[in-house]
């Protein structure tokens, strides 16, 4: 296959970012006498911060507005993510390679402002042409929308397109979109990833499989 384009999700995929949305989640629960730890966070992996937020609501803090319980959340996450977002391992040294031969894009359930966050930590956005965030789908992942729309914006055949991702939801995403799909075992074990078509320990590992 000839490929085109590549689409990356964001958020433990190409930035290690998680660690960040973990401790700004943690912190943020802290405060209204939640002791939640890692092992309980590991299971939103991949999800948006809305379903985290809902569950929270819905499960402990019943009489807790949605809205403010995610500003509080976004304004400790914007400032950890502002002022260091490492990249993983071969991401900078790949990208303007992989930019001057594909398409690239970046399909991720963060929102826009998530996603500025990084980009002005990481300056990796001007190698992407086009950005979906959870802003501009009707659905995020795991449906397939975000992939649709960053083919759409490539105006590339999905089938001709090859995604990267690091959750269970974002492999489904991008399987049913029709995306030939990496995982990358960087927040979930192999077994969780098993959808994809191929499976990587790394993200290095699958862009040196790309750039073969």
Do not use: C
Request: net charge negative.
């Amino acid at each position: 296959m000839a490929w085109q384009g590549i689409v990356f999700d964001l958020d433990g995929t190409l930035v290690d970012t998680e660690p960040l949305h973990r401790d700004a989640w943690l912190d943020t629960l802290s405060t209204y006498h939640l002791n939640y730890d890692e092992a309980w966070f590991s299971q939103w992996i991949g999800q948006s911060d809305r379903t985290l937020a809902s569950w929270v609501v819905a499960n402990a803090l019943h009489q807790m507005d949605e809205e403010t319980l995610l500003e509080s959340k976004r304004k400790k996450y914007y400032r950890l993510a502002s002022e260091y977002t490492p990249l993983f391992r071969g991401v900078g040294e790949a990208l303007p390679i992989l930019a001057s031969k594909y398409a690239l894009a970046i399909a991720t359930n963060s929102s826009n402002e998530d996603a500025e966050a990084v980009f002005l930590s990481t300056r990796i956005e001007p190698y992407f042409k086009a950005i979906v965030t959870s802003n501009k789908v009707a659905h995020m992942k795991p449906a397939p929308d975000p992939y649709l729309q960053a083919a759409s914006l490539l105006q590339i055949d999905p089938k001709k397109l090859i995604a990267v991702e690091d959750s269970p939801a974002g492999i489904t995403a991008a399987r049913q979109a029709g995306l030939y799909t990496l995982g990358v075992t960087n927040s979930h074990p192999e077994d969780k990833l098993k959808e994809a078509d191929k499976i990587f320990p790394s993200t290095q590992d699958a862009l040196i499989w790309i750039t073969r």
